[in-house]
Nanobody, 122 residues
Framework: QLQASGGGLVQAGGSLRLSCTASGRTFSTRYMGWFRQAPGKEREFVAAIDWRVTTYYADLVKGRFTISRDNAKNTVYLQMNSLKPDDTAVYYC??????????????????WGQGTQVTVSS
């Protein structure tokens, strides 16, 4: 089970940090990802981190967002800086037990969180 939090309303140029806490004892080996879905748009990949702490980013967020994990807390974070109105979306965390290298397709994740709303005002 995944529990996402940290969303909210922020002005353009501001920052937010999303958290996603997982239950279970195998978190350290899980591939974790963040996705987002804006109204009227398809869900899109944002960032991911594998068990080796290798990180992957969508081109749209490179240099602005940072994904990290704290295995002791079973939590993955998404630090979002220099936010833009186009970043407005519901953000979802996801987990997979696959030992994958690269950007894991959304269809191969095993678990999804409930989503947290991020709204960036201009």
């Amino acid at each position: 089970q995944l529990q996402a939090s940290g969303g909210g309303l922020v002005q353009a140029g501001g920052s937010l940090r999303l958290s996603c806490t997982a239950s279970g004892r195998t978190f350290s080996t899980r591939y974790m990802g963040w996705f987002r879905q804006a109204p009227g748009k398809e869900r899109e990949f944002v960032a991911a981190i594998d068990w080796r702490v290798t990180t992957y980013y969508a081109d749209l967020v490179k240099g602005r967002f940072t994904i990290s994990r704290d295995n002791a807390k079973n939590t993955v974070y998404l630090q979002m800086n220099s936010l833009k109105p186009d970043d407005t979306a519901v953000y979802y965390c996801a987990a997979s037990s696959r030992a994958y290298s690269g950007i894991l397709p959304a269809s191969l994740y095993d678990y999804w969180g409930q989503g947290t709303q991020v709204t960036v005002s201009s």
